[in-house]
């Protein structure tokens, strides 16, 4: 959760072994996704990770719609260790120094037609500096997050981290 604060983002709800969050911004997400990939491998462990952006409905705290549907999905899809995000995430983050791999087109199951998936492999030093200076002071990073918060592309952004609890071989 210390991750969560650090990028701004709220945490909803777990289920199973499960944790639902949202973000103002896929930028948020994405640093945030990395870096707790990162500090549980730091542990023997492994985390998979799925992210959509899209419309959501609140009530009472919890969120749901099928841009929460969308976003378990993909994280189901992703193997242990690995972030992946719909081709929305993909597309509003372009230009962003974020870095992409292709994971080809699947369907998910109770949405319509097929949706590319793509795995996240590379994260700006920007981003992470800014990350690692918010942990210090609240200040820190100012002009990156400043940026992100400008973007209007993106109504509400969801992180879904399955943790899968498997140790390193």
């Given at each position: 959760?210390?991750?969560?604060?650090?990028?701004?983002?709220r945490?909803?709800k777990t289920a199973?072994?499960?944790f639902?969050?949202v973000?103002?911004?896929?930028?948020r997400?994405l640093?945030c996704g990395?870096?707790?990939?990162?500090?549980?491998r730091?542990?023997?462990?492994?985390?998979?990770c799925?992210?959509?952006?899209?419309?959501?409905?609140?009530?009472?705290?919890d969120?749901?719609?099928?841009?929460?549907?969308?976003g378990?999905?993909?994280?189901?899809?992703?193997?242990?260790?690995?972030?992946?995000?719909?081709?929305?995430?993909?597309?509003a983050?372009?230009g962003s120094?974020?870095?992409?791999e292709?994971?080809?087109?699947?369907?998910?199951k109770?949405v319509?037609g097929?949706?590319?998936?793509?795995?996240?492999?590379?994260?700006p030093?920007?981003?992470?500096?800014?990350?690692?200076?918010s942990?210090?002071?609240d200040?820190g990073?100012?002009?990156?997050?400043a940026r992100?918060?400008?973007?209007?592309?993106?109504?509400a952004?969801?992180?879904?981290?399955?943790?899968?609890?498997?140790v390193?071989?």
């Amino acid at each position: 959760l210390r991750w969560l604060k650090r990028c701004k983002g709220r945490g909803v709800k777990t289920a199973g072994d499960g944790f639902l969050g949202v973000f103002e911004s896929p930028a948020r997400a994405l640093a945030c996704g990395d870096a707790i990939r990162n500090a549980v491998r730091e542990l023997g462990l492994e985390i998979r990770c799925g992210l959509h952006i899209g419309e959501i409905e609140t009530r009472d705290g919890d969120v749901g719609g099928i841009a929460v549907h969308i976003g378990s999905r993909v994280a189901g899809l992703a193997g242990p260790g690995e972030g992946l995000v719909s081709s929305t995430v993909c597309d509003a983050e372009a230009g962003s120094g974020f870095r992409f791999e292709e994971r080809g087109r699947h369907e998910l199951k109770g949405v319509p037609g097929q949706w590319r998936v793509h795995a996240l492999v590379g994260v700006p030093e920007e981003a992470r500096v800014a990350l690692l200076e918010s942990a210090s002071a609240d200040t820190g990073g100012a002009s990156f997050w400043a940026r992100v918060r400008k973007s209007r592309l993106v109504q509400a952004l969801l992180l879904y981290a399955a943790i899968s609890w498997a140790v390193l071989q």
